[in-house]
């Protein structure tokens, strides 16, 4: 399970979690989709590696995750 959190410094708990820069995530999102990539639309769920994922599903997410600008 993986997770990202736009804010500055680890998140270990959830009040820190609320901290984070939503407005960032949601562009994130949208960012994943429109290159086809099915991310949890809230930082506040978990995605989750699938043994189903190829390595150029796994490499193709990297890639966009990359060239996200915050």
């Known amino acids: 399970m993986i997770t990202f959190f736009f804010q ?16 960032a995530f949601a562009r994130f999102f949208h960012h994943l ?3 086809g990539i099915y991310f949890p639309p809230s930082q506040f ?4 590696v699938s043994t ?3 390595q150029a599903n796994i490499s193709a997410t990297a890639q ?5 600008q915050a």
């Open 52 to 54: 189903a994922l190829s």
């Open 8 to 23: 500055p410094g680890p998140v270990r708990n959830y009040e820190e979690a609320k901290r984070s820069d939503t407005t």
């Open 45 to 48: 769920e978990a995605a989750f």
């Open 33 to 35: 989709l429109s290159r």
């Open 64 to 68: 966009a995750i990359r060239e996200f």
